[in-house]
């Protein structure tokens, strides 16, 4: 099945530093979604990259999806403490099935 | 502000009892989704369903687990016998199958613990 490999696994950051996690495939993607999983929470949808090169932003965080449609990327600029948690990619497996990457896991000094 | 909801929130059981954990989609979703969340494997899917009917549960070991829906409002997954392995949180997530791939909206989980 398709997988997707997340880097980093981890990340600590001092709040107000800037924070990437990328998401890579070796495959074509036909489209990839984000969440975000607070502490003791479940994931909750951020956002949805279908097209190739596709920007989009969200306030401080921009999601890319890349050219070839095989990685994407999410960037927090100037971290807060409400960023804190897991960010998963979910690249989609046929209609509606996805396959969750295994996260980044943020951590902020504040 | 619509929500999946899932009952029980916690659960703790001995090895080799039944465990049902059940879930209530979103009205008017047609998708309904198991996952299994543990440290070392992440987030794997279990089981999936559209309009009831079952999709795919080749993420689920077969010899103990079970997924339902008995109706639109009800989702069941089962667990007979229980396993200390089968310890995790269990997330239901709904979702609206549309042109592409649409969002999963998640319930807050059942956490297992199976002694």
């Known amino acids: 099945g398709q997988q997707v490999m997340q880097i980093p696994q981890y990340q600590h950051v001092q709040e107000g530093e800037d924070f990437t996690t990328y998401c890579n495939s070796s495959?074509?993607?036909?489209?990839i979604q984000w969440y975000k999983q607070r502490p003791g929470g479940h994931p909750v949808f951020l956002i949805q990259l279908v097209k190739s090169g596709e920007v989009k932003k969200q306030k401080r965080l921009t999601f890319q999806f890349g050219e070839a449609k095989k990685n994407s990327s999410l960037h927090i600029t100037a971290t807060q403490t409400t960023d804190v948690g897991t960010y998963f990619c979910a690249p989609t497996q046929g209609a509606q099935k996805l396959v969750f990457g295994q996260g980044t896991r943020l951590t902020i000094n504040p | 502000d619509a929500r999946v909801t899932q009952t029980p929130r916690h659960k703790v059981t001995e090895m080799g009892q039944e465990v049902t954990m059940r879930c209530q989609p979103i009205?008017?979703?047609?998708?309904v989704f198991w996952y299994r969340q543990t440290m070392m494997q992440g987030l794997e899917l279990l089981a999936y369903f559209r309009n009831r009917a079952p999709l795919d549960d080749s993420g689920m070991p077969k010899d103990r687990f079970s997924a339902e829906m008995p109706d639109a409002t009800l989702a069941t997954l089962k667990i007979q016998p229980s396993e200390p392995r089968d310890s995790a949180v269990y997330f239901c997530a709904s979702g609206r199958t549309g042109a592409s791939t649409d969002t999963q909206y998640f319930g807050p989980g059942t956490r297992l613990t199976v002694l």
């Open positions: 495959t074509t993607l036909s489209n």
């Open positions: 009205l008017g979703h047609n998708t």
